[in-house]
């Protein structure tokens, strides 16, 4: 008996091992974006939470406090080459994407840590670059977390009826 409890305990192990694994399965699944600009790829990585009914700026997404950019690990972006955003030098590399989401402005937040889970262990001083933005309303509710980059490298993210932007070049 105590052979097969060992043997299931250990198959249920390796299921949630893999499981894990398998972030497609989440019910916030992975999310990658890329677009070259003017010669400069950039890629934007982050899960897509759904609204499920939920009121979500404001309630789920507290306005004023540091948010991951999506679900599960932290988003990030990435330049190949050095660039400016909303008119602001950044260095090519690799960046956690973080916001400050506010009814009118949000703060979009280029942190030098880009392998976080969540924002737990954000840390402010990490922050290469902050900028400020106006928020705007979606044409209809967008069910489910999107992040997308226009061929003139406006960077969008959409959810629930609230929409925001930035400019890369």
Known sequence: MRTLTIL????LLVFAVQAQ?????????????????????VTVNYSKPSKRGRAIFGELVSYGQV????????S?????DDAKVEG???AAGKYGLFTIPGADEWVIIFNSVSDKWGAFSYKEEDDVLRVS???GK???????FDIGIEDNG??????????VSFEVK
């Open 21 to 41: 694994q398998d972030k497609s399965k989440r019910p916030s699944p992975p999310a990658e974006v890329t677009k070259e600009i003017n010669g400069k790829t």
């Open 67 to 74: 948010w991951r950019t999506g679900a599960n690990e932290s």
């Open 138 to 144: 979606t044409d209809g509710v967008v069910e489910v």
């Open 76 to 80: 990030w972006i990435e330049f190949s």
């Open 133 to 135: 933005v106006k928020p």
């Open 154 to 163: 406006v960077v969008t993210m959409a959810w629930d009826d609230t929409k």
């Open 88 to 90: 602001k030098k950044i």
């Open 8 to 11: 299931s305990m250990s198959f």
